[in-house]
T-cell receptor, first 118, second 115 residues
C-alpha cells in the first residue's frame, strides 16, 4: 500500500510570492492534516481536513490556507511569502472511527516539502 | 493549552545499551499518544501508538508505556543499534468538539548510538 505522498519535495521562492503544496493520503484515508516544522518552533499544527471540510485550524495567519478534494487529496497555499515561512511542511493522513481499522486515528506522515523563502 | 515536553533533548549511548526516552504532557484529556522517529531532513515514521485506555504497546525492541493520570509516557529501546540514531518525537492527539483533531508534539530527543 503506497504511503502518503507530497509534491514537490523542494521549493525555493522569494518573499512576496505564493506557493501551493500538494498531499495525497494513503488510499482509503479521508482525513488529512498539515504541520509546519521549523528549528525554532518545532512541529506546529496548521489545519485538518475531512470530507472536503476544514475541521480544525491552528494558530497561523490567514495567508495559510488549504483545501481538500473529493478524492481526499489536499493542497495548502501560502500567499505573500515571508522569510519566516521557510520550513518543512508535513502532511499526515489517518482514518476515522467507523472506517473499520483497529488503529484508527493513527497519523501517517509523508516525506514533507522543504520550502525555502529567499 | 496542551504542552508536551521531552527529556532529555539529546542522548548519546554506546551500542547495545538499553535506554529510556521520556515524554510528559500537561492535559490528560488525550485520545492517544504516538511515538515517531525522524531521520535528518525526512518525514516522520510512526513507531508506536497507545490509545488512551491502554497502558503499553510493544513492537520489536521498542516498548512504550502510558500513564495518562500523571501525564507521562516512556519509550524504551532495548539493545540499541547505530541504526536507531534519529530524533524521537512524541505527540498527543486531542479530539475537540465537532471531531476536530490535532496532534501536539514535543520538541524531540536526538538520539545518537555510537558503534
Amino acid at each position: 500500500k503506497a504511503g502518503v505522498t507530497q509534491t514537490p519535495r523542494y521549493l525555493i521562492k522569494t518573499r512576496g510570492q505564493q506557493v501551493t503544496l500538494s498531499c495525497s493520503p494513503i488510499s482509503g484515508h479521508r482525513s488529512v492534516s498539515w504541520y509546519q516544522q521549523t528549528p525554532g518552533q518545532g512541529l506546529q499544527f496548521l489545519f485538518e481536513y475531512f470530507s472536503e471540510t476544514q475541521r480544525n485550524k491552528g494558530n497561523f495567519p490567514g495567508r495559510f490556507s488549504g483545501r481538500q478534494f473529493s478524492n481526499s487529496r489536499s493542497e495548502m497555499n501560502v500567499s505573500t511569502l515571508e522569510l519566516g515561512d521557510s520550513a518543512l511542511y508535513l502532511c499526515a493522513s489517518s482514518t476515522k472511527p467507523g472506517q473499520g481499522l483497529r488503529s484508527y486515528n493513527e497519523q501517517f506522515f509523508g516525506p514533507g516539502t522543504r520550502l525555502t523563502v529567499l | 493549552k496542551q504542552e508536551v515536553t521531552q527529556i532529555p533533548a539529546a542522548l548519546s549511548v554506546p551500542e547495545g545499551e538499553n535506554l529510556v526516552l521520556n515524554c510528559s504532557f500537561t492535559d490528560s484529556a488525550i485520545y492517544n499518544l504516538q511515538w515517531f522517529r525522524q531521520d535528518p531532513g525526512k518525514g516522520l515514521t510512526s513507531l508506536l501508538l497507545i490509545q488512551s485506555s491502554q497502558r503499553e504497546q510493544t513492537s520489536g525492541r521498542l516498548n512504550a508505556s502510558l500513564d495518562k493520570s500523571s501525564g507521562r509516557s516512556t519509550l524504551y529501546i532495548a539493545a540499541s543499534q547505530p541504526g536507531d540514531s534519529a530524533t524521537y518525537l512524541c505527540a498527543v492527539l486531542i479530539i475537540s468538539s465537532g471531531s476536530a483533531r490535532q496532534l501536539t508534539f514535543g520538541s524531540g530527543t536526538q538520539l545518537t548510538v555510537l558503534p
